[in-house]
């Protein structure tokens, strides 16, 4: 069993629709999670980090988080054009100094059709 | 503010070459991390560091490669005696107290 698991894609969303990325993980230990999205050729840009269960909104971005189920998901609601990217899914454990690696999904790829 | 920057973007080397690449991390990061992506697969773990020293090495694949970082900012990652499957993007990302990780620009490295 993967450590992180995406669906990878590809997964097309009418312009102005809403677009649901899932990720489930493994360690019951994570603390935190995190999106990044990716377009091609490029680094990846953290877009929401969400610690607690429940619902953090951040403009057109709400990340959903329950631990109990070992799921965490990113809505994208007015779905642009310019979304169209690989969505990463991280998931961090809580270490002694702190700040401890990312385990990443491989990703969901999501193309926004006009 | 400067993001995570590195060098060179671009690196094409022979194999059985040695190539060393370089991260600046955002001023006042203490923790800083590699990572590789190879072509059309997700991030792969190298390295972390917090200040200068390395508490988890678990990603290096194997002794060809290392890494350090001086003055609790800039890090260096060597690779020795490159193969092929060495060529991959590599990722610097730095962070702070809030656990969030900033990537750099990445490097291409194509080992031919």
């Known amino acids: 069993q993967k450590e992180v698991e995406q669906n990878s894609g590809p997964l097309s969303v009418p312009e102005g629709a809403i677009a649901s990325l899932n990720c489930t993980y493994s360690d019951r230990g994570s603390q935190s999670f995190f999106w990044y999205r990716q377009y091609s050729g490029k680094s990846p840009e953290l877009i929401m980090s969400i610690y607690s269960n429940g619902d953090k909104e951040d403009g057109r971005f709400t990340a959903q988080l329950n631990k109990a189920s070992q799921y965490v998901s990113l809505l994208i609601r007015d779905s642009q054009p310019s979304d169209s990217a690989t969505y990463l899914c991280a998931v961090q454990l809580l270490g002694v100094f702190g700040n401890e690696k990312l385990t990443f999904g491989t990703g969901t790829r999501l193309t926004i059709i006009p | ?112």
């Open chain 2, 1 to 112: 503010g400067a993001g995570v920057s590195q060098s060179p973007s671009n690196k094409v080397t022979e194999k059985g070459k040695d190539v060393e690449l370089r991260c600046d991390p955002i001023s006042g990061h203490t923790a800083l991390y590699w990572y590789r992506q190879r072509l059309g697969q997700g991030l792969e773990f190298l390295i972390y560091f917090q200040g200068n020293s390395a508490p988890d090495k678990s990603g290096l694949p194997s002794d060809r490669f290392s890494a350090e970082r001086t003055g609790g900012s800039v890090s260096t990652l060597t690779i020795q005696r490159t193969q092929q499957e060495d060529s991959a993007v590599y990722l610097c990302a730095s962070g702070e107290h809030t656990y969030e990780q900033y990537f750099g620009p990445g490097t291409r490295l194509t080992v031919t």
